[in-house]
């Protein structure tokens, strides 16, 4: 569906402490970071030609998707010439049938020519989810010229003829291109990203947009997405990469979480290193590194013990337990406010008979994908298990609004949360009462469209 009114990124201010007794959530960092593409904009290449009929390019390659859910309002890119006609930046969602139209806007009065990187704020931010794709299109009066360079990192489509339009495509059947037009979207950050191997990413269920190998779709599966489904506030980056061992794991940490200034970092594996004998120094060296980033970086870390191991043979599971208990040793050494770790075993795994007395080795058979993989049932399992341990550690409950003291001018609101807290006026009698919010005034109203346009939600 078009994005016809976008979404205003905001946050509740809350106090140190929520209601609980327990700290409140962190809440995420107004700062803008890239939400796609593991590749950098290129100033030379091959040449995206806009025409005298439109050329319109849409970058299916994985590592161009959009890496998780967020609301994007600046862009950047590289464009060779301003001598275009037509310039419109897409995002293109995908559908069972075809790929629709997300949000469109034309950005031909601001660009500029040259080589040099430009960044473009959005007149309309748009709300993302993990999987999307960008697309352009560019086009002039007359004749051809190069609008932008070309990079061979990924793989696109591409048509000719192609007009502004808001009607969706089948680009599996338009013609390959082999390259792509980096463009980067930035967003505000996210409150977490998870980092990790195969079942941090959610394969088979599902797999990141940052592995390059494996292509399972279907990101409502995944345990991030359903993470989020059960509590609107963890917006994330899915950074999980199948069959990492943790020095892969480590080497990229500061590209896919450092640079994403998250508040949490949810951080696994193990598994990967066993089955490759790596030697458990070198693990915990790996962890070590991982844990000195997020304490460097004021990244609350949320680290996975090695989970339930249907497959791995009883030597190999001996060598998980011993391995827990160091990284669970490594990990009560680090002084991190809100740092929390994860023992899985009690939810997901049950007894192997022939393995070490109280064993929990083995997957449920309800969450058993593969025998080392989880079900969609599993994942869901792995979203309600972070969700309950982070709630020991943090109030997770949204802020009461007030029923009297009508100002609201110390809170700004996400458009997510528009319906429930119009509601919650609407019930407590207040239709027809002015209210202060961000420093602007604004009449309750029961019609959810006169009540967005009157700015509400701005920040201040």
């Given at each position: 569906m078009?994005?016809?009114i976008?979404n205003?990124?905001?946050?509740?201010?809350?106090?140190?402490?929520a209601?609980?007794?327990?700290?409140?959530?962190p809440?995420?960092?107004?700062?803008l970071?890239?939400?796609?593409s593991?590749n950098d904009?290129?100033?030379?290449?091959?040449?995206?030609?806009?025409?005298?009929?439109?050329?319109?390019l849409?970058?299916?390659?994985r590592?161009?998707r959009?890496?998780?859910?967020?609301?994007?309002?600046?862009i950047?890119l590289?464009t060779k010439?301003?001598?275009?006609?037509?310039?419109y930046?897409?995002i293109?969602?995908?559908?069972?049938?075809?790929y629709?139209?997300?949000?469109?806007?034309?950005?031909?009065?601001?660009?500029?020519?040259?080589?040099?990187?430009?960044?473009?704020?959005?007149?309309?931010?748009?709300?993302?989810?993990?999987?999307?794709?960008?697309g352009?299109?560019y086009?002039?009066?007359?004749g051809?010229?190069?609008?932008?360079?070309?990079?061979?990192?990924?793989g696109?489509k591409y048509?000719?003829g192609?007009?502004?339009?808001?009607t969706?495509?089948?680009?599996?059947?338009?013609?390959?291109l082999?390259?792509v037009?980096?463009?980067?979207?930035?967003g505000?950050t996210?409150?977490?990203?998870?980092i990790?191997d195969s079942?941090?990413a959610?394969i088979?269920?599902?797999?990141?947009m940052?592995?390059g190998?494996?292509?399972?779709?279907?990101?409502?599966?995944?345990?991030?997405?359903?993470?989020?489904?059960?509590?609107?506030?963890?917006?994330?980056?899915n950074?999980?990469?199948?069959?990492n061992?943790?020095?892969?794991i480590?080497?990229?940490?500061?590209?896919d979480v450092?640079?994403?200034?998250?508040?949490?970092?949810?951080i696994?594996?193990?598994?990967n290193?066993i089955?490759?004998?790596?030697?458990?120094?070198?693990?915990?060296?790996?962890?070590?590194?991982?844990?000195?980033?997020?304490?460097?970086?004021?990244?609350i870390?949320?680290?996975?013990k090695?989970?339930?191991?249907?497959?791995g043979?009883n030597?190999a599971m001996?060598?998980r337990?011993?391995w827990?208990?160091?990284l669970?040793?490594l990990?009560?050494?680090?002084?991190?406010?809100?740092?929390?770790?994860?023992?899985?075993?009690?939810?997901?795994?049950q007894?192997?008979t022939?393995?070490a007395?109280g064993?929990?080795?083995?997957?449920?058979?309800e969450?058993?994908?593969?025998?080392?993989?989880?079900t969609?049932?599993?994942?869901?399992?792995?979203?309600?298990?972070?969700?309950?341990e982070?709630?020991?550690v943090?109030d997770?409950?949204?802020?009461?609004?007030?029923?009297?003291?009508?100002?609201?001018t110390?809170y700004t609101?996400?458009?997510s949360?528009?319906?429930?807290?119009?509601?919650?006026?609407?019930?407590l009698?207040h239709?027809?009462e002015?209210?202060v919010?961000?420093?602007?005034?604004?009449?309750?109203?029961?019609?959810?469209?006169t009540?967005?346009?009157q700015?509400?939600?701005?920040?201040p």
């Amino acid at each position: 569906m078009l994005n016809i009114i976008g979404n205003i990124i905001g946050k509740v201010r809350l106090g140190a402490e929520a209601s609980s007794g327990l700290p409140a959530l962190p809440t995420r960092l107004d700062d803008l970071v890239q939400f796609n593409s593991i590749n950098d904009i290129e100033a030379t290449g091959g040449a995206l030609t806009a025409t005298t009929n439109g050329l319109e390019l849409i970058h299916l390659a994985r590592n161009e998707r959009v890496t998780g859910k967020t609301t994007v309002t600046k862009i950047k890119l590289i464009t060779k010439t301003n001598d275009l006609t037509q310039a419109y930046f897409y995002i293109w969602r995908k559908t069972p049938t075809a790929y629709e139209i997300v949000s469109v806007e034309s950005i031909l009065i601001k660009l500029a020519a040259g080589t040099a990187e430009q960044e473009i704020t959005l007149d309309t931010p748009i709300d993302v989810v993990e999987g999307d794709f960008t697309g352009v299109l560019y086009g002039r009066s007359t004749g051809n010229t190069q609008a932008a360079y070309l990079t061979a990192v990924g793989g696109g489509k591409y048509r000719v003829g192609a007009t502004y339009d808001e009607t969706p495509v089948d680009w599996d059947a338009e013609t390959t291109l082999g390259s792509v037009q980096v463009i980067h979207v930035q967003g505000q950050t996210p409150l977490l990203v998870t980092i990790g191997d195969s079942i941090n990413a959610s394969i088979p269920q599902h797999a990141s947009m940052v592995d390059g190998l494996w292509t399972y779709e279907n990101v409502e599966k995944s345990w991030q997405y359903k993470l989020q489904a059960l509590n609107s506030k963890f917006y994330y980056q899915n950074c999980g990469v199948g069959g990492n061992n943790t020095t892969q794991i480590a080497a990229r940490f500061n590209r896919d979480v450092v640079l994403k200034k998250p508040r949490f970092a949810v951080i696994s594996g193990g598994v990967n290193d066993i089955a490759q004998s790596v030697l458990k120094s070198v693990y915990i060296a790996n962890m070590t590194a991982i844990l000195d980033a997020c304490l460097a970086n004021n990244i609350i870390p949320i680290v996975w013990k090695i989970m339930p191991w249907t497959d791995g043979i009883n030597e190999a599971m001996v060598t998980r337990d011993d391995w827990n208990a160091d990284l669970e040793t490594l990990f009560n050494t680090y002084e991190i406010e809100g740092k929390i770790i994860i023992d899985f075993d009690e939810d997901l795994g049950q007894f192997r008979t022939g393995g070490a007395v109280g064993n929990l080795w083995n997957i449920k058979p309800e969450y058993d994908e593969d025998g080392v993989h989880y079900t969609e049932a599993g994942y869901a399992k792995i979203a309600e298990v972070m969700l309950r341990e982070i709630g020991l550690v943090y109030d997770l409950s949204t802020p009461t609004l007030p029923d009297t003291a009508l100002d609201f001018t110390e809170y700004t609101f996400a458009q997510s949360e528009v319906d429930r807290r119009i509601t919650y006026l609407i019930t407590l009698g207040h239709v027809g009462e002015t209210l202060v919010l961000g420093g602007n005034t604004a009449t309750v109203n029961d019609d959810y469209n006169t009540w967005l346009s009157q700015g509400n939600f701005i920040e201040p």
